[in-house]
């Protein structure tokens, strides 16, 4: 069952981006699977698996999607805030200011953090927590490349995205998480 | 050479300069902003920090129900 523990809690998320219910998410992941062991003999392994895997299982999720009448514009899945700065504008001077667009105050320096402050439960938890506020395809995006390691091609055909939309979508997951930790290890600070 | 980036807009090339998908200029422009800037060399920093402690996330454990159906489903599969 490794390969069921490694993958079912992202399938399920994924097909609840499309479906109603946790219900029908979980139908759609039980179909997919069926799917998967139905098709394994036309697996040409040009994709990974996992990356295959996933192809199967949005198929049969946009499916049923449609035919509860949930049709999702691309918006209402990957965020409006997709334009939105990285950075607090105000943490930069003006273009026209002494520093011309730099930084009016500097990021905080984390190379003295211990790695187990860095890498214990409550930063984990902290993380978690912002993931958990994202868009649903950002959260995806930033959960699959940099909690569970997957590369950008096999992120962008899992989940059906261009290479752009994969990359921005990265990008504001990653921007807000780290907004996240710098406001939890700066409170912690002294 | 173009002019020299801004901090503001360097920290918008960040995804792409990690991902290596800037161009071969505008990465030039980027690491050449980065050698002479502690504040852009800083938030790079802090960004690998955010992805490294990311990596260290587990999935949750898949509940026994589930793959009790899934077995059930499998093992029906392979008998039909």
């Known amino acids: ?190 | 050479m173009g002019r020299d980036l801004t901090c503001k807009e360097l920290v918008e090339l960040i995804t792409g300069y990690l991902e290596g998908t800037i161009r071969a200029r505008q990465r030039r422009r980027f690491e050449s902003h980065l050698a002479a800037c502690d504040g852009c060399t800083r938030y790079l920093a802090q960004m690998e920090a955010t992805i490294r402690a990311t990596g260290t996330l587990t999935e949750e454990q898949v509940p026994d129900e589930q793959k009790v159906v899934l077995l059930a489903a499998f093992r029906n599969w392979r008998t039909i």
């Open chain 1, 1 to 190: 069952m490794t390969l069921v523990d490694q993958l079912q809690p992202a399938m399920l998320r994924v097909a609840r981006m499309y479906v109603s219910t946790t219900a029908v998410a979980e139908e759609v992941v039980q179909e997919t699977w069926l799917g998967v062991l139905r098709g394994l003999q036309s697996f040409e392994g040009r994709s990974s698996l996992r990356t295959w895997i996933f192809r199967i299982l949005t198929n049969i999720a946009k499916t049923r999607g449609q035919r509860e009448g949930r049709s999702l514009p691309f918006a209402s899945l990957a965020g409006d805030d997709l334009d939105a700065p990285a950075v607090d504008p105000s943490r930069f001077d003006s273009p026209e200011g002494s520093s011309r667009g730099g930084w009016s105050t500097l990021p905080d320096d984390w190379s003295g953090i211990p790695e187990d402050r860095l890498l214990g439960h409550e930063t984990l938890d902290v993380i978690n927590r912002a993931i958990a506020t994202l868009p649903p395809m950002q959260a995806e995006v930033i959960r699959l490349r940099d909690a569970l390691g997957w590369t950008s091609e096999e992120v962008r055909n899992a989940l059906d995205l261009t290479e752009t939309n994969q990359r921005v979508l990265l990008h504001r997951a990653r921007a807000k998480v780290r907004g996240a930790l710098e406001r939890y290890l700066s409170s912690e600070a002294t």
